[in-house]
């Protein structure tokens, strides 16, 4: 069975600043690692995700992860925040060999960005 | 837009009572995935189809069914609603069972 765990539940941040979102995974199995995003009334939206290759992985605005093996997170960043980033940012773990069927999401973490 | 609709989008019913949810998949999506998101339990995977037929099942009670039907849309049934069944209900669809998931904007079930 696999885990997820996300430490901080809220994370207050002023716009510009940077910003870390931890995640911790446990798997007895190999795993593919997700970031998804929820906006205040709409449904989560895939921020960016790691299958294989290189361990940093970007967004289209800003965030990265990278994942560590031997310390089995999968943080996101973002060098500078902005207001419109504030919401719900969940990660994600499936097991390799049942694809993207079986997502396990950690508790979410709340980004509130304020100017 | 995700692309995939899910109707209605609030739900207000009583205690013992039963209501069909309904997901219409982004065009082109075979699979679809339904998922409870609540206060006390999170994000819980409860069962997914993939071109009519079930092809995995999560954390879903007896209570509960869902199917999909020829036109790829599905329906989550729940029956004999329980308080603790309030909560946000997710619809997913993937173009196939190794795609990413793209998520509907919930239905919000609330149980009295």
């Known amino acids: 069975a696999q885990s997820v765990t996300q430490l901080d539940s809220q994370v207050p941040v002023f716009e510009e600043a940077p910003v870390e979102l931890r995640c911790n995974y446990s798997?007895?199995?190999?795993?593919?690692l997700f970031w998804y995003v929820q906006y205040p009334n709409q449904g989560l939206q895939l921020l960016l995700k790691?299958?294989?290759?290189?361990?940093l992985v970007e967004s289209i605005n800003g965030f990265e992860a990278e994942f560590n093996k031997s310390q089995t997170s999968f943080h996101l960043r973002k060098p500078s925040v902005h207001i419109s980033d504030t919401a719900e940012y969940f990660c994600?773990?499936?097991?390799?060999?049942?694809?993207?069927?079986?997502?396990?999401f950690g508790t979410g973490t709340r980004l509130l960005v304020s100017p | 837009d995700s692309g995939v609709t899910q109707t209605p989008k609030h739900l207000i019913t009583a205690t013992g009572q039963r209501v069909t949810l309904r997901c219409s998949p982004r065009s082109g999506d075979l699979s679809v995935y339904w998922y409870q998101q609540s206060l006390d339990q999170g994000l819980q995977f409860l069962i997914q189809?993939?071109?009519?037929?079930?092809?995995a099942k999560g954390n879903i009670l007896e209570r509960f069914s869902a199917q999909q039907f020829p036109d790829l849309h599905s329906e989550l049934n729940l029956s004999s609603l329980e308080l603790g069944d309030s909560a946000l209900y997710f619809c997913?669809?993937?173009?196939?069972?190794?795609?990413?998931?793209?998520f509907g904007n919930g239905t919000r079930l609330t149980v009295t």
């Open positions: 997913a669809s993937s173009t196939t069972v190794d795609s990413p998931l793209h």
């Open positions: 189809y993939y071109n009519g037929e079930e092809r």
């Open positions: 790691y299958l294989s290759g290189s361990t």
């Open positions: 798997s007895s199995v190999s795993v593919y």
């Open positions: 994600a773990v499936s097991p390799r060999n049942t694809g993207f069927q079986k997502l396990v």
